[in-house]
């Protein structure tokens, strides 16, 4: 206590303080002194630890107002040499403002960038500089802040165009850039450099400072006391949960107070957790280290002084303070800078930054933030200032990471993290480069960090610790920083730069040369590999490189004279990783088709072998910029070119490759997953751009300057498949009689691969400076040939398409010219389709195609092909043959099936040489051998495949041949001549045939059926080129008609074979058609009973469909009263979906239930506020209108027997327990809540509802009228009052001196009926009454509490309620629209109401019906009515029908049923008209519509009944003229209920609806009340027996609570009551984010939420998935939503996480899942997370559609639904969200 004493004095003794103290008298002796620094000094060593940290408790509010007078207010005055408030307002008038925003982002604050003027992705714009830019109607994306960066608006450098928003825009006046001090006098200038210096010095001091126990010279406090803080900091390696839990033992705090000091510890960067002398805090500090230490390093701890600890507190106040006050001038902050940058006496990094920045590790991250705030608002904001502290980091950059890898915070509090300010600027990056040669600084630190090397100096991560996996995510910052620095390209250069660049370079290539080779592999031969090794950190650096790479190629392509250099330093390279590789390969000689070529022994299987090889990748990207830029062809002198040895280039590019075919081929099996992996993210999209792709452009490189022969037999070798294809009688089949299988199969596999290769090397042109293309080309096909998959999203087509360093992928430029866009419905996403005519530019051997996509792009491809063969089939017959290029035209009606190649486009000069690969002898012997093989198809040493890739390779040479054909002006330029060299047979001895020769023997093999399209195409293309040759070859012009012919006949015999064929399928299937009927017959006479059985039931169900219409045809249909239709009696059969056997449904037979859910809503609460009740002591008979709370019942509609269901459970509770014990995790359904799935259709049931028979009305029988009724029910109602007191003991009840009423005669009161119905169906109705209790009361079950039957009742008025309003928010009619389980629902609810009674005790129920009834009709032995003005009644309706049945059975009068509930429905009827009239508003006014005659009635009978309201009512209610007003009031305020009445007694009595209630027509009301027996004018019920309502109406207006409501005493709900919505949301997402971003956690004092969440029911926003605001809830702690789910939503919720654009959908606390969100972007996808960034607009049939679930009480299902089908959902702990 003696703290908390101290804590109150403190005050006390400042004040006096405090009154003696004058601001200005300190300012103007401070003016007088020579040294200012120790007079200020002095100041503070005796005010701060006066004001700051006293006690344990610390008060932010009166420190800050103290600071503020004592400390802040006397600098003030020194700055300006008078009264602040006028001098810094002076200030902020003659100030220029900047043009730089500056605004600083606060985390999750939505940012946008401009994807079309953004220099690069790096700069944003705040909310509302946007909105007042020019970039809001261009291609923007929006992210959320991750806190920490700046807007950029206002930096020319930062964007393409439009850098300034409206705001910002600079006036043409002040564009002559004067000094910004020039407007201050020069005393002023010295006295700001004077309050600058001290103020930050003293800061920097203080924050820097390390000793706990004494302060810097001059800040000694004057008397010093004995007291300690022990502070704890914050660190990224223990979590919340150890914190909290060491914090509770250290110094014996409570959960809640851990939990706050853990917030603030993870928010602040420290926290003191103890206050006291030197001994107490430091005892709780080694309790802490304790228990910290044993799994990793120990939490930070300190004990430090109390005024130590205070002069921090102040030192960051100052940093605010200085931030503040140059917010008021440009000249201020400039004077700031200046002092921050001065060199101090030690000379090299000794200003004050400096000494910040590099102490920044040292700080915790409060201190931090607050002085990188600083320098944001200070250095950054000013040019001059921001290059001069450029400088400063770019010299202490290696300093600075070293202690960033060594710190253990995150980056986003490291100062290191500012280097996305500097080196994006594209100005600054250069001047860094040539000034202090940043590049290499960058790579080299970067080299330094990653030590672990093997013998040949490569990167080895083996068997890496987590300590240096740690430090491995840490370096990987740097390629960051070196991102940035590269990011926009120089547009001139200079001789400095280039030497600085290529000085970077050769570092970049140094960093390659330890990737080149690095992970290698050998493959496993006999037994598996024991340890997966490591090879995610290689593929991780391969990925951070990659677009480092691209950019250095980039910048090589801007300067000739740099691209040489490159060429050869990376060539250089490149000779110096292949010196070190060539141990130990042997040389060998390999001659194949009288060709021969030197080269080595080297097998792939055998030998190491490494996917990385980032120096060949780079050498071929800039072999190909050679090309592209024309260097190649303009200054060869200067290129090394003649050096290459093509050998040696391809060499481990191709080792590469066949790496991946022979994993393909299964000969890597035992290497384990490490390798797949490696093969999978070497063809990913991510990596293959400077891997795959340019181990592809090597080869190609390779292949233009070798000759094609040894190029392929060096391929052949090292695929090893040379033995097979070189021996002298390959094509007779290489010899292996008993070849091990999968031997054959492999070498199968890798021929394909070898196929596909070198269709590859050739036809892979669309990269510009391979082929003659443009850029776009590339992307071009890239998408096309992802469309020709299937159709696809934006987003799907984005992620496979590589990204630029940008983020960009170029998409958007090119989509539109080859695909077209669909619109999404209401679920699913906007799909782009390929465009018909871009199909003939399909690749099937596409190189970026996995296998999967490959046979799903083949098959899509042939079924478009056979879907639009008749129409190209139509339009080519109608072409001339005038040239033959329509053969060469793809898809002409005979070649259905085939995929030809598509036409390429040419290559560059630089690599034209490679179309000779596909005319080389060693090709041509390649393929005659496979179609060798093909033609005696008797071994299995050949596949489909591989003959697919040859006659591939076939098609492509002829279309090159057939180009070169048409675009060669004369015939001497085509040297290509691949249909002669195909025809030509193979030399002697063997005289092989031609492949011309081969391909027309196959052309009629019956096994190539398939086949069969593709080789007719290729010989009619040859046949086509043949002809081209002839004629250019001869002068005489062919007569077109003679070549015409000769194809007709070709057709004429191709279509005959067709007819041929399909009239024998034809043929075929008739047969088959004949065969089955035949059975059929046979089947029918051999089973005649059972089809005559049929039959009769067909009939049966014919005729039972007429009992709809009514007995007699003039009678018309009507629901309720003695004249109500009896429909015929029907059995009513169904079956079990368990047993599968059919039962009939009888009072006494087996009980059938329904499976069913019910749970407590608030869909159509009209009163969110209305605290929840006590569930022991509630009593529910009266529902309020407001309905605040109700309970609904919903169905699945599937039926079981009792027993059947009732084993299903206890089968489904024994898996529940077995399971618990096994593993501890939640299931989508709790059993021990007595939930479980419905066997059929896996919906979400807590209970089942019995089906009973409808009940037979009795039609004779007395009919008494209103008068007589009310007459004797008075009598039976006495009668059981007195029965009831006899039934309690004697002495609860005061002896009554009235005499006994005797009963009418016809009445027993003690007769006990019996019971109608089996042993099963009363334990199912008290299994589901005591189920709808337990659940709308949140109590335990008890089958004896007398408020089961209340429950029921009102579930079932609860549900018909909400239908009701379900149809009419859907507009669709009342009866004939709802789905059948929901109309078996109403029935079981309405028919289980009237039997409940019978499970019940019936004295209760009848005390039920006495109270119900005397809400109607007062009762003097009833106390404490209702006021009608709080009774919902149709609530009021069902409850008093179905519990009259209890009354009823004692009855033995013959006084029909019908008739009782005629009368009630007239009553309550009555009743409700009151409450509409004496609810209803002032009339508004509107045109007096003409009324007609039966229109006039109406209204005078309104006027009449609502003056006599009056009467009895008095002065609360308004007087209204307009009868025409109260009518419409009536008439609209009254359909719900007699919809809803409608809905029940048809569900009660089961009488057929009218047909006009089926549809929506005109003349509803009239019908309506028909059905319901009610006359159309209302008011005649009143009005006809008005001597007997007028005293009731009397009772009514004259009970207490009806003035008191009209008052405005309770809460008045007017009629009809509007459907509850959704709340609205904005259209733009932006604008939800920005609210987001400004609401603050209720609990954290003005701390930003981590994840804000919209309730959609209500508005309201909560701060979830945070231990700040966990509230406890049934002795549970559960997160904000959970927690508002239960006062909102009756415990369903449906919120929006706002930074993850999610919906989140929560019932109870173990249940929840994500939805979709209504916002969708432009191409009609959600961005849930909110990672793609596309502007997000509202879609309203989205939100409708959630709006559905709500309404239709099924989210709970929805919920079950979505954790059935994704296990994970069952996982996540939904209470703490």
Known sequence: MAAAESDREVPSALCTEFLNFSVKDTASKWLQVTDLYKEVYHHLARYVPKIYCLGPNLNPQSEDLLAQMLLQAPLEWYLCGEDPSTGLAKLEQNNQPSQLCGHVFKVGEPTYSCRECAADPTCVLCMQCFLGSVHKEHRYRMTTSGGGGFCDCGDTEAWKKGPYCQKHEPNISDSCQEDPLAHLSTDMIARCYNVFSVVLKY??????????????????????????????????????????????????????????????????????????????????????????????????????????????????????????????????????????????????????????????????????????????????????????????????????????????????????SLSVQLFTVPTMARMLITEENLMTTIIRTFVDHLRHRDLQGRFQFERYTAQQAFKFRRVQSLIGDLKYVLISRPTEWSDQLREKFLEGLDTFLELLKCMQGMDPVVRQVGQHIEMEPEWEAAFTLQMKLTHIISMIQEWCATDERVLIEAYKKCLTALTHCHSGFADGEQPITLSMCGHSVDTIRYCVSQEKVSIHLPVSRLLAGLHVLLSKMEVAYRFPEQLPLSELSPPMLIEHPLRCLVLCAQVHAGMWRRNGFSLVNQIYYYHNVKCRVEMFDKDLIMLQAGASMMDPNHFLMIVLSRFELYHIFSSADCRKRYNRENANKDVVQQNNTLTEEMLHL????????????????????????????????????????????????????????????????????????????????????????????????????????????????????????????????????????????????????????????????????????????????????????????????????????????????????????????????????????????????????????????????????????????KTMRERSASTSTVTASGSRGQEETACDKDKAERKRKAEMARLRREK????????????????????????????????????????????????????????????????????????????????????????????????????????????????????????????????????????????????????????????????????????????????????????????SCDQPGLGQW????????????????????????????????????????????????????????????????????????????????????????????????????????????????????????????????????????????????????????????????????????????LSYGSVHSQDSSGLSVDAVQLHLFHLITVAHMVQILLTSGPEEVTMEQESGEVERGEEEGACRLYNTLRTHVGSSLPEVGSGWHLWRCVKTGILPYLRGAALFFHHLHGVPAPPELHALCPGQWEVLCGYLSLPSNLLQLFHGQQELLEPLLHGWCTHPGIQQTLQGGGVLVSFPRESNSLIDLPDDYSALINQASSFTCPKSGGDKSRAPTLCLVCGSMLCSQ????????????????????????????????????????????????????????????????????????????????????????????????????????????????
């Open 758 to 1025: 070198i269709m590859m090397v050739v036809g892979e042109r669309f990269e510009a400076g391979i082929g003659q293309v443009e850029g776009c080309d590339e992307i071009k096909r890239e998408i096309l040939h992802q469309l020709c998959i299937r159709p696809m999203a934006h987003s799907e087509l984005v992620k496979a398409l590589p990204e630029n360093e940008n983020k960009e992928t170029g998409m958007e430029r090119v989509i539109d010219c080859v695909a077209s866009f669909k619109k999404p419905g209401v679920t699913g996403r906007g799909l782009y389709e390929l465009r018909p005519e871009c199909a003939k530019q399909f690749n099937l051997y596409f190189h970026h195609y996995s296998r999967a996509d490959q046979s799903k792009a083949e098959e899509a491809q042939r079924k478009l092909k056979r879907q639009n063969g008749e129409d190209t089939g139509r339009a080519s017959q109608r072409e001339t043959l005038a040239s033959i290029s329509v053969v060469i035209g793809r898809g002409t009606q005979e070649h259905l099936g085939t995929l030809p190649p598509p036409v390429l486009p040419p290559f560059c000069p630089l690599f034209a040489s490679l179309v000779n690969i596909l005319q080389c002898d060693v090709l041509l012997g390649m393929l005659g051998a496979v179609l060798q093989w093909a033609v005696e198809p008797s071994a299995g040493h050949w596949s489909e495949s591989m003959l697919q890739r040859v006659l591939h390779l076939i098609g492509m040479a002829l279309l090159e041949e057939h180009q070169q054909l048409e675009n060669s002006s004369e015939d001497n330029d085509v040297y290509f001549n691949f249909t002669l060299k195909m025809s030509r047979p193979g030399e002697a001895p063997s005289n092989t045939a031609s492949v011309l020769a081969l391909l027309e023997n196959l052309q009629n093999a019956p096994h190539l059926e398939v086949h069969e399209d593709m080789i007719r195409w290729l010989l009619k293309t040859v046949a086509g080129i």
């Open 1270 to 1441: 009310l007459k004797i029910s008075g009598q039976q109602i006495k009668a059981m009052h007195s029965a009831h007191r006899k039934l309690q003991p004697v002495s609860t009840v005061e002896e009554r001196v009235e005499e006994e009423c005797p009963a009418p005669e016809v009445f027993t009161v003690d007769y006990i009926p019996t019971n109608p119905y089996s042993s099963t169906i009363k334990e199912m109705l008290t299994t589901f009454g005591t189920a709808t209790y337990k659940v709308g009361l949140k109590v335990h079950p008890n089958e004896q509490d007398p408020r089961i039957p209340i429950m029921c009742w009102s579930s079932c008025a609860y549900t018909i309620q909400s239908i009701e309003r379900l149809l009419v928010d859907e507009k669709k009619p009342l009866f004939g629209s709802l789905p059948c389980r929901q109309d078996d629902c109403l029935s079981s609810l309405a028919r289980f109401g009237s039997a409940c009674w019978t499970a019940a005790c019936q004295p209760t129920v009848q005390g039920h019906f006495i109270r119900l009834l005397a809400a109607l009709i007062p009762d003097p032995q009833v106390e404490a009515s209702p006021c009608i003005l709080d009774v919902d009644m149709l609530h009021l309706l069902v409850s008093v029908v």
């Open 1666 to 1777: 945070s231990y700040c605001c966990q509230t406890e809830l049934e002795g549970e702690d559960v997160g904000a939503c959970t927690a508002h789910t239960f006062a909102c939503g009756a415990g369903v919720g449906i919120f929006l996480r706002v930074r993850e654009s999610q919906v989140l959908f929560l019932a109870g606390k173990t249940k929840g899942c994500f939805y979709a969100p209504p916002y969708l972007d432009d191409y009609g996808e959600t961005d849930q997370g909110l990672r793609r960034g596309n502007p997000l607009h509202l879609c309203h049939e989205r939100y409708r559609k959630i709006q559905k679930l709500w309404r239709q009480h099924s989210i709970t299902e929805e919920i079950g639904h979505a954790q059935e089908a994704n296990q994970t959902l069952v996982g996540i702990d939904w209470q703490h969200l």
């Open 203 to 416: 800061a920097v001091d203080m924050l820097t400072w390390d000793k706990e126990d004494e302060l810097p010279l001059g800040l000694e406090p004057p008397d010093r006391s004995d007291t300690y803080y022990c502070m704890l900091f914050n660190d990224e390696v223990h979590t919340y949960e150890q914190v909290i839990y060491t914090l509770q033992k250290a110094v014996n705090c409570t959960q809640k107070e851990a939990v706050s000091f853990a917030t603030t510890v993870d928010r602040d960067g420290r926290k003191s957790v103890r206050f006291g002398d030197f001994a107490f805090c430091e005892l709780a500090k080694s309790v802490i280290v304790r228990n910290t230490s044993r799994q990793s390093k120990p939490l930070r701890v300190q004990v430090m002084h109390s005024s130590v600890v205070a002069h921090q507190c102040f030192a960051l106040k100052a940093l605010h303070w200085l931030g503040h006050v140059i917010g008021y001038s440009d000249a201020l902050r400039r004077i700031l800078c200046q002092v921050g940058l001065e060199r101090g006496p030690e000379g090299e990094n000794s200003s004050l930054v400096d000494t910040l920045m590099l102490c920044d590790s040292k700080m915790w991250k409060g201190a931090r933030n607050v002085y990188h705030q600083l320098f944001m608002s200070s250095l950054l904001m000013d040019l001059k200032y921001k290059k001069l502290f450029a400088i400063q980091f770019a010299k202490n950059y290696r300093r600075l990471q070293t202690d960033f890898m060594e710190d253990d915070h995150e980056r986003v509090v490291s100062v290191t």
């Open 1072 to 1259: 088959v058609m004949a065969q089955m009927s035949e059975m059929q017959r046979h089947f029918i006479n051999e089973n005649k009973e059972l089809f005559q059985q049929s039959l009769e039931e067909l009939d049966a169900s014919t005729s039972t469909s007429l009992e709809h219409s009514p007995a007699s045809p003039d009678a018309a249909l009507a629901c309720v009263g003695p004249r109500r239709s009896r429909p015929r009696e029907k059995r009513q059969v169904v079956t079990c979906i368990l047993c599968q056997e059919e039962q009939e449904i009888r009072a006494d037979g087996k009980a059938m239930v329904l499976a069913a859910f019910v749970q407590r809503s608030t869909v159509m609460s009209k009163n969110r506020t209305r605290p929840p009740h006590d569930p022991k002591r509630y009593d529910p008979l009266f529902m309020h209108p407001d309905l605040s709370f109700g309970t609904h019942t919903g169905s699945c509609g599937h039926i079981m027997h009792s027993h059947c269901w009732q084993r299903y459970f206890e089968a489904v509770q024994a898996k529940e327990q077995r399971r618990q014990q096994r593993l501890r995790v939640h299931t989508s359904y709790d059993v021990g809540n007595g939930e479980f799935l419905c066997p059929l259709c896996e919906c979400l049931s807590n209970t089942v509802i019995p089906l009973l028979p409808r009940t037979m009305g009795s039609s």
